[in-house]
């Protein structure tokens, strides 16, 4: 019996074979899915201020109980130097200039940005994105007093005091070896993962390293008491980074009251 040509036998075959018929790839494998480059800024329960921290002290309630405060007060500025909307922005946010400082201390291109809006050399500049920004305009002044008042939760932001390079026991509470009975492991850090399997150290393993001198946020601290003669703050518990630090002060984030539960 002799034997077809291929192209003999696949004319004659009714159906076409799965082995010989190419298949279209479908365009959903052909395109990848691209990460989002757009960091979402978190939004803020309502518009804040800029402040400097003081220092810490003890302060007496009228029942005699004795609650430990940071004394937060305020330098020149607060005040409006941009809006942001959706449509030229793509969000919704107010941003705000404090400390004044001298002309020279800032560069031609941040000079024209204060005094398109027409505010004063500012030396911080930092955004609040709200769900409205009406009732905001340029060159506006934030009073702290119109924003917050005494027995209000806030949220304060700031920058932690740098310790530089530390070891596990201060970085991590690690406990220490034993000091006697022949033993050579005091401080040191010990194993740090297996062998052969997997012969690597994991991700996230707790090591010496730099401690401190990172951005961090302690949430829902309580206004003890407005001073307006002396223009300062007293707010209960400690706050973030040594005197003369820069904290950031909004209304406490509580979902469900001022932050939509989605």
């Known amino acids: ?45 309502g ?19 004795v609650v430990p405060v940071t004394v937060v007060g305020f330098k020149e500025g607060n005040i409006v130097t941009q809006l942001k909307t959706q449509a030229t922005d793509g969000y919704d946010a107010v941003q705000v200039g404090y400390r004044r400082i001298r002309d020279r201390k800032l560069t031609k291109p941040e000079m024209g940005h204060l005094q398109k809006a027409g505010t004063i050399p500012l030396r911080h500049l930092q955004e609040f994105r709200l769900q409205n920004i009406e009732g905001f305009e340029p060159n506006q002044k934030l009073d702290f007093n119109e924003i917050f008042k005494e027995g209000d939760l806030v949220d304060v932001a700031g920058t932690t005091i740098g310790k530089g390079f530390q070891g596990g026991i ?8 034993q000091m006697t009975h022949g033993s050579k492991s005091h401080r040191q850090l010990g194993s740090i993962g297996a062998g052969t399997t997997p012969g690597r150290v994991y991700k996230g393993k707790k090591m010496p390293g730099r401690m401190g001198g990172t951005k961090t946020k302690i949430r829902k601290l309580k206004i003890v008491k407005i001073d307006k003669e002396l223009n300062v703050v007293m707010i209960n518990g400690a706050l973030p980074g040594k005197p003369g630090n820069l904290l950031r002060i909004t209304p406490a984030k509580i979902v469900g009251k001022n932050i939509p539960k989605s």
């Open 1 to 45: 019996m002799a034997l077809l040509p291929i192209q003999t036998a696949l004319s004659l075959s009714s159906k076409p074979s799965l082995f010989l018929t190419p298949k279209t790839p479908s365009p959903l494998l052909l395109t990848k899915p691209r990460r989002s480059a757009v960091t979402v800024m978190s939004m803020e329960a």
């Open 47 to 65: 518009i804040g201020v800029m402040a400097t921290k003081l220092g810490m002290m003890s302060f007496f309630e009228p029942t005699g109980k």
């Open 170 to 177: 201060k970085r991590h509470h690690f406990k220490r070896g």
